[in-house]
């Protein structure tokens, strides 16, 4: 029996927030809403100081609270070890939010809206609509069992993403996690390679939820991979998509505000 599994080489991950997005659009997201997270960590002090980005999800648990705890069976655990929702029975009451210890369950309360409450553009009604519902990753179900891969692992520009069959001794997760490297999160479907120096706890401290503080002084280095050593790439990557970010923030900021001063002035601005 298939058990899935996702497999994550830290120190290839550029920060670039590929995966998120790639998600949002797979699976016709709303407006606001984002079933996965890239969390920066950092750790020491110059110069034994070290930076990396860490991507997470639902973390697919072998024992899922999500589903022990849903009153009407949307919550349900596959044969492939994969947590998957019944959108049509999903009454959208959140206890299966407050019982993820990995944060990774998300309520769609305005899924029918776009942003400002507008309505849903052009774009945004593609695919499937959903509101007052739970939601989370699915591992992409429906493009896996066709065959494919999750979005976040295609449109990996840092190739750190590894997913396939964790039983399947020839699937390439499992020979990846035959070269000792990698580190399971708990009793789930989540593996981490660590880069060199990274605190053996911070994977848990930014996955979990209500986690204790960060150490200040790195502990024992992990093992390296095939991008730890030297400065760390993710640097760029992430000033890039902070740059970027600042600049879409800025101009949708400075569009209302022209919009706002014209109509309180009784004309219209010429924004488009």
């Given at each position: 029996?298939?058990?899935m599994g996702m497999l994550v080489d830290i120190a290839r991950c550029a920060g670039c927030?590929?995966?998120?997005?790639?998600?949002?659009?797979?699976?016709?997201?709303?407006?606001?809403?984002?079933?996965?997270?890239?969390?920066?960590?950092?750790?020491?002090?110059?110069?034994?100081?070290?930076?990396?980005?860490?991507?997470?999800?639902?973390?697919?648990?072998?024992?899922?609270?999500?589903?022990?705890?849903?009153?009407?069976?949307?919550?349900?655990?596959?044969?492939?070890?994969?947590?998957?929702?019944?959108?049509?029975?999903?009454?959208?009451?959140?206890?299966?939010?407050?019982?993820?210890?990995?944060?990774?369950?998300?309520?769609?309360?305005?899924?029918?809206?776009?942003?400002?409450?507008?309505?849903?553009?052009?774009?945004?009604?593609?695919?499937?609509?959903?509101?007052?519902?739970?939601?989370?990753?699915?591992?992409?179900?429906?493009?896996?069992?066709?065959?494919?891969?999750?979005?976040?692992?295609?449109?990996?520009?840092?190739?750190?993403?590894?997913?396939?069959?964790?039983?399947?001794?020839?699937?390439?997760?499992?020979?990846?996690?035959?070269?000792?490297?990698?580190?399971?999160?708990?009793?789930?479907?989540?593996?981490?390679?660590?880069?060199?120096?990274?605190?053996?706890?911070?994977?848990?401290?930014?996955?979990?939820?209500?986690?204790?503080?960060?150490?200040?002084?790195?502990?024992?280095?992990?093992?390296?991979?095939?991008?730890?050593?030297?400065?760390?790439?993710?640097?760029?990557?992430?000033?890039?998509?902070?740059?970027?970010?600042?600049?879409?923030?800025?101009?949708?900021?400075?569009?209302?505000?022209?919009?706002?001063?014209?109509?309180?002035?009784?004309?219209?601005?010429?924004?488009?």
């Amino acid at each position: 029996m298939a058990r899935m599994g996702m497999l994550v080489d830290i120190a290839r991950c550029a920060g670039c927030q590929g995966c998120v997005v790639a998600c949002q659009m797979q699976n016709n997201q709303s407006p606001g809403v984002t079933w996965g997270y890239v969390d920066r960590c950092e750790w020491g002090e110059y110069p034994q100081a070290g930076a990396a980005y860490l991507p997470h999800f639902c973390m697919q648990c072998d024992d899922p609270a999500c589903v022990t705890v849903c009153p009407t069976g949307a919550s349900v655990k596959g044969e492939d070890g994969v947590t998957l929702v019944d959108y049509e029975i999903c009454i959208g009451c959140g206890q299966c939010v407050a019982a993820c210890p990995y944060g990774g369950r998300h309520l769609n309360l305005n899924g029918d809206k776009g942003y400002f409450d507008a309505p849903l553009a052009p774009y945004q009604t593609e695919g499937i609509q959903r509101t007052n519902v739970a939601e989370k990753c699915l591992f992409c179900h429906d493009l896996v069992a066709e065959g494919g891969q999750p979005a976040c692992v295609l449109n990996c520009t840092g190739k750190a993403r590894t997913f396939g069959d964790v039983d399947d001794p020839s699937s390439a997760i499992a020979l990846k996690l035959a070269e000792g490297k990698a580190t399971r999160v708990g009793a789930t479907g989540f593996y981490y390679v660590q880069p060199a120096g990274m605190p053996a706890n911070m994977i848990d401290s930014k996955v979990l939820v209500g986690a204790p503080t960060l150490p200040t002084d790195p502990q024992e280095p992990a093992a390296p991979t095939e991008q730890a050593g030297g400065i760390n790439p993710v640097v760029i990557g992430g000033a890039a998509v902070v740059v970027a970010a600042a600049a879409v923030g800025g101009g949708v900021a400075y569009s209302n505000k022209k919009k706002k001063a014209a109509a309180e002035a009784g004309g219209t601005s010429d924004e488009k």
